[in-house]
DNA sequence: ATGTCGAACGAAGTTCGA
């Protein structure tokens, strides 16, 4: 089972790469965060023509989260338990920024995944009230993590996407730089963490250590080209999922060009 | 040159978010 999440900068604009990119790989399943539309906006042909079932969640022309699956899906969630509003005032929603399903379990090959489609706040500036929005959405994120495996510690999850939380120093281009940013504060990496220490580990990682592996590159800057990037996305698998992680890797190609999205897919390779 | 991009609104260019 291969699956992929990437934060495809709008679906709209890039359905073409990402048709290109599930057939390149062989993808059975992809998470895609910013799909930037409603889901009645889209054009879903050319991926149920690829034999793809697709769930998307968007509620404007913000956020937006979807999962393309050729291996089944099933039991879907626009959004997770306890998830805090924004804005804050009273007219505050809850944002489209995760999508739930069961994936895979077709035709008997693998037991069903529950996989998340996950778009984190960004948190904007540190003394922003977006920031402390982002860290309470992260704690929503925890306390899934430890429902779902409090209620079957052997249950297969994935929780995957954009976290925009650099964990590491080495997840930047450079700490001088982000001196006072977000993404890369103690808060922000302690909530990240959280998440990991209720039993989700980071399956990248580990075959792609940094420093210089990156996810993430800004549009401005001629990051890019620099190699100024940041790793920000994440595949994060509870104790089975990390039993059938076989391999993965991080389409950097995928970056290059004329009308990339600012993110790389995430590729990983599981086999119960 | 903030070395950028996508979408809304509305019909060209500004605004927001990232």
Known sequence: MRIATW???????????L??????????????????????QLDLSGLEAAGYEVAAHGLNQWNGVAIASR????????QLPDVPTWPEEEDGVVEARALGALVGGAEGTSPGLRLWSLYIPNGREIDHPHYGYKLRWLEALRAEGARELAADAQAPVLLTG????????????????FEGK?????PERAAFRAVVDEGYADLVRPDHPGPQVYTYWDYQQLRFPKKEGMRIDFALGSPAVQNAYRASFI????RKGKGASDHAPVVVDLEF
């Open 7 to 17: 934060n495809i900068n709008s679906l709209r604009a890039r359905t073409d790469r």
């Open 19 to 40: 048709l290109a990119l599930l057939e390149r790989h062989e993808i059975d399943v992809i998470a895609l965060q910013e799909i930037k539309a409603k889901p009645e």
């Open 71 to 78: 291996i089944g899906l099933s039991d879907v969630h626009t």
């Open 162 to 177: 954009d976290f925009n939380v650099a964990p590491e120093d080495e997840d930047v281009w450079s700490m001088e730089f």
């Open 182 to 186: 977000t993404h890369v504060t103690e």
């Open 251 to 254: 389409d950097r190609e995928e």
